[in-house]
């Protein structure tokens, strides 16, 4: 089955340190692949998405690149800040999921950001 | 804008209890989609409806059911609510275009603790 491996947390940066956060997946076919964003106390929010192999994913400076051959899709930004620190989370959606659209996430990493 | 809500962030009941989690979308989407959050373990599916009436088990459906009987409305229920399920409660919703990566959308989350 489908499933979704990513780096544990928690990171913690100073501002303006350089982000990644690894992302790796299992799954046949052509995924789509996903970042959300859980800031405290609320919902998840999409943050970038890649639908097809060397697509690059980009939103509020944070970028993603869909690489097929090593099943990635790391997290990158190159200057965090302290508004940045929340929980991320790496997503999949097979290829062949019936009905709906159905999600497979990763565990999360829990990201602070210091002054 | 799209808008996700849950009847309540917070919910305190009592073994034995039966609880109803109740989520209302106003995007007209045919998806709903109910998961738990866990330390550690990420998101997990419970049940998932893609179309009024139908209803399809996720990964962990058990001790859980669900009703959806008009579109914008998703239900889930506890029979007999029990300390395991002490959990963050997302509901989430997409929109069934054809294509494979619609974007789901999530409301804020109830936190259940069960006594």
């Known amino acids: 089955g489908n499933s979704v491996t990513q780096m544990e947390g928690p990171v913690t940066l100073s501002e303006e340190a350089f982000l990644t956060i690894n992302c790796t997946y299992t799954?046949?076919?052509?995924?789509?692949l996903f970042w959300y964003v859980q800031y405290p106390g609320e919902g998840l929010q999409l943050l970038l998405k890649a639908t097809k192999a060397d697509d690059k994913g980009s939103n509020k400076g944070f970028e993603a690149t869909y690489r097929k051959e090593t099943t990635s899709f790391h997290l990158e930004k190159g200057s965090v800040q302290v508004s940045d620190s929340a929980v991320y989370f790496c997503a999949l959606r097979g290829e062949l999921t019936g009905g709906g659209n159905k999600l497979t996430f990763g565990t999360g990493t829990q990201l602070k950001v210091e002054l | 804008d799209v808008k996700v809500t849950q009847s309540s962030r917070y919910l305190v009941k009592r073994t034995g209890e039966k609880v109803f989690l109740e989520c209302v979308q106003d995007?007209?989407?045919?998806?709903m989609f109910w998961y738990r959050q866990d330390p550690g373990l990420g998101l997990r599916l419970i049940y998932f409806s893609y179309d009024v009436k139908m209803k399809e088990k996720g990964d962990i459906p058990e001790g859980y059911s669900v009703s959806r009987e008009k579109k914008e409305r998703f239900s889930l229920i506890l029979e007999s609510a029990s300390t395991n399920q002490t959990s963050m409660y997302l509901c989430?919703?997409?929109?069934?275009?054809?294509?494979?990566?619609?974007?789901?959308?999530f409301g804020p989350g109830t936190r259940l603790l069960v006594l």
């Open positions: 799954a046949t076919g052509y995924p789509s």
């Open positions: 989430a919703s997409s929109s069934r275009t054809g294509e494979v990566h619609e974007t789901q959308y």
């Open positions: 995007m007209d989407h045919e998806n």
